[in-house]
């Protein structure tokens, strides 16, 4: 994928950790990682936002209702328009008339999508952003790093 178009460059958002990763962590990892897949699938030109954030809602609750300890799940999806245009809706927004607003050919935008566990005796959070170009065929990203959490080698 490309790392930029007309100006635009990569600017992603991403969980990562340093050196040795909690187990814990690692496996809850992968649900946010499928649910900003998803939503990017979602984008396709001509598609409403209400359809995209109710498509959004119906997959986070597919992944509450996995048996296991992901039970109290909540996920977030935002839009931020880049550039000095802002050539794409913000999501979520108050503006009369946005969920209405139909995918456009040209936009592009910050996809940012977050998961948010609540294990009991804690929260862990993990999201993943990544600039998308929206093209007639769909959606595009821009840059080369996988989706989902990344471990590092520690600093000396």
Excluded at 4 to 31: I, K, M, N, W
Excluded at 132 to 149: E, S
């Amino acid at each position: 994928p490309p790392e930029s178009v007309a100006g635009y460059r990569v600017q992603p958002s991403q969980t990562f950790a340093v050196e040795a990763c909690d187990a814990l962590y690692r496996d809850l990892s992968l649900p946010p990682a499928a649910y900003w897949a998803a939503c990017f699938a979602l984008l396709q030109p001509g598609r409403k936002m209400a359809q995209i954030i109710t498509e959004s809602e119906a997959y986070t609750r597919q992944i509450a209702a996995r048996p296991g300890r992901y039970d109290k799940t909540r996920a977030s999806i935002a839009l931020r328009g880049c550039g000095l245009g802002e050539d794409a809706p913000t999501l979520p927004s108050r503006e009369p008339g946005a969920a209405d607003q139909e995918v456009t050919d040209g936009w592009v935008f910050v996809l940012e999508t977050s998961l948010t566990f609540d294990l009991g005796f804690r929260m862990l959070t993990a999201s993943w952003g990544g600039v998308v170009q929206i093209r007639h065929d769909g959606p595009v990203r821009l840059g080369y790093r996988p989706v989902g959490l990344q471990t590092t080698p520690g600093f000396s």
